[in-house]
């Protein structure tokens, strides 16, 4: 021979086997990798979604705007029941008002047929 070494079948076997270890190393690094990159990019859409999100509430806060949603509700139904209440006050003023309106009425035609003979 030339003075280059000669492998043997068992060299050859553990130079396949030493190959194989080192791609099973650079795909495990590859992966991690590129799961990493993925994990960062997800948490990152993650985050965007979340700060799209609280942008569309007061404050960033969607409890506290959902309170103010129920406060204002309460509002509306308050200011409904006092307009209700109101409206039947109002009515009921009237009633009575008109109903005296025509006893007085009544008693000033009856006084004016006794009184005037006729």
Known sequence: MDGS???SVTDAEMTL???DARIDERIGRRL???AEA???QHDEQYQ???ELF???FPEGDPHEHRIAHEEMMRM???RRRLFEELTLHLIK???WALMIFLCIAAWQWVKAQVSGGG
């Open 5 to 7: 070494r000669r492998f």
């Open 17 to 19: 086997r030493e190959l």
């Open 32 to 34: 991690d990798a590129f």
């Open 38 to 40: 993925l994990k960062r």
């Open 48 to 50: 965007r979604l979340v």
């Open 54 to 56: 609280k942008s569309g």
């Open 76 to 78: 509306v139904r308050a």
């Open 93 to 95: 003023g009237g009633v």
